[in-house]
């Protein structure tokens, strides 16, 4: 069997930075205790692994020892926790990816442009919910087109769009909110890493007889390419680790096409692609 690996897959620009942040944090700061607000990543395997380099996590701010470092995950929060931080005097850095720090400032000022803000997204993700912090609380999450049909009609309408979201979803929708308002004005807030995983898991899965696709169950970047490869008709199965693999998915299989979610390590991917090619 040949095993393909998609052009792009694995760590994009903002988890490798926030977890080298982590671990940074913890290497100059020996002393001290380090916790990420939450898991710092969507990819369970990760989190296990900075656990064992001694890098906790906590899931409220108060719950941290005193003289704790704060890593705040890539997913970002909302702006209670920097007040809350500074009124405990707890240290924190800062992992927010940059792409959804741009999301969030970018809602921020468009409810001071007085539009009612419009947030394409996963509702329970902690992304979206850091980006709706960010509206005053104002904005209203859009998953899917029928959601966008029961929009009200208003004067304006602001939209921004989870760093992750389908590319394809997101111009479908917005098409429907443009049709809920006198003025739109629109921030196309998709990462290009996204984009570009997207794009070249479809490419493979056209190429390919069964995709395997590799990251956390909880990621939904991970959970969307799985679902992007199926929707064209192709086999897809969507695993956290090469021990999930089973011999029958490739009876009768000549290609495999692997590709994996932002948040998967290098070393996940790696593991799977070493297995495949000893099937």
């Known amino acids: 069997m040949e095993v393909i690996l ?7 620009y903002g988890v490798r930075r926030a977890v080298n942040l982590a671990l940074n944090t913890k290497k100059e700061g020996q002393d001290r205790e380090v916790y990420t607000l939450g898991p710092i990543i969507h990819n369970p395997q990760m989190v296990a692994h900075l656990a064992e ?21 890539s997913h970002g929060v909302g702006p209670e926790i920097y007040e809350k931080a500074k009124e405990l005097d707890i240290e ?35 992304e979206v ?5 960010w509206t005053n609380q104002q904005a209203i999450i859009v998953e899917t087109l029928e959601d966008a049909e029961k929009l009200p009609y208003v004067d304006k309408i602001g939209v921004v ?28 807030t998709i990462c290009t890493a996204t984009d570009n995983r997207q794009k070249a898991a479809l490419d493979l899965a056209q190429k390919v007889d069964v ?27 969507h695993i956290e680790t090469d021990d999930e693999l089973v ?18 390590p290098d070393w996940l991917i790696d593991d799977v692609y070493k297995k495949l090619l000893t099937l």
Not at 6 to 12: H, I, L, N
Not at 93 to 111: G, I, N, S, Y
Not at 169 to 182: A, N, Q, S, Y
């Open 211 to 237: 995709m395997i696709v590799v990251g956390g169950k909880n990621s939904a970047n991970t959970t969307r390419l799985a679902k992007t490869c199926e929707n064209i008709g192709c086999r897809a199965y």
């Open 247 to 264: 011999r029958s998915w490739f009876d009768g299989v000549s290609k495999i096409g692997i590709t994996a979610g932002a948040s998967t």
């Open 161 to 188: 769009a989870q760093t992750t979201f389908s590319s394809k979803e997101f111009d479908e929708i917005v098409e429907v909110v443009k049709t809920k308002c006198k003025h739109i004005r629109i921030q196309r």
């Open 53 to 73: 380099q001694g890098i906790g996590v906590v899931d409220k701010i108060e719950d941290a020892p005193e003289n704790a470092t704060i890593i705040i995950r």
């Open 129 to 133: 919910q850091s980006i709706f912090l």
């Open 6 to 12: 998609a052009e792009y897959c694995g760590f994009c």
């Open 92 to 126: 924190i850095v800062d992992a927010t990816c940059p792409h959804v720090k741009k999301a969030q400032m970018a809602a921020h000022e468009l409810v001071e442009r007085g539009c009612q803000i419009v947030i394409l997204g996963e509702a329970h993700h902690p």
